[in-house]
């Protein structure tokens, strides 16, 4: 079993930047594809970004291009999401992701999730 617990959500004004974590634990994350997911209310949840196993391939949603990082520090069972360039469209629950099939990177189809944290941008 892997655990995935997000921190680092909050609220930001439009134009500002936020930077999520994930902790993943149960699993080396090494082990790991690791991607972020978002929902906002009344929509369906959204790919944001994604991370192979070393980290050396990375892929993002159209809507986030050029304004989101996403990075991971295997020794510290860590993935991250910096936000940079808020808008108000990027309100929204964000959710983290696992998956030990490579195949997940392309497919983003992620077996264990985290619970999600809020993420709210003002105008």
């Known amino acids: 079993?892997?655990?995935?617990?997000?921190?680092?959500?909050?609220?930001?004004?439009?134009?500002?930047?936020l930077r999520l974590s994930c902790a993943a634990s149960g699993r080396a994350l090494s082990d790991l594809v690791m991607?972020?997911?978002?929902?906002?209310?009344?929509?369906?949840?959204?790919?944001?970004?994604?991370?192979g196993r070393s980290g050396t391939a990375t892929l993002y949603g159209d809507s986030v291009k050029g304004r989101f990082d996403i990075s991971r520090e295997n020794a510290k069972n860590t993935v991250y999401l910096q936000m940079d360039s808020l808008e108000p469209e990027d309100t929204a629950v964000y959710y983290c992701a696992a998956d030990p099939e490579p195949l997940a990177f392309r497919l983003?189809?992620?077996?264990?999730?985290?619970?999600?944290?809020?993420?709210?941008?003002?105008?």
């Open 1 to 17: 079993q892997v655990q995935l617990v997000e921190s680092g959500g909050g609220l930001a004004q439009a134009g500002g930047s």
């Open 35 to 51: 991607g972020w997911f978002r929902q906002a209310p009344g929509r369906e949840r959204e790919f944001v970004a994604g991370i």
């Open 108 to 123: 983003l189809e992620y077996h264990y999730w985290g619970q999600g944290t809020q993420v709210t941008v003002s105008s």
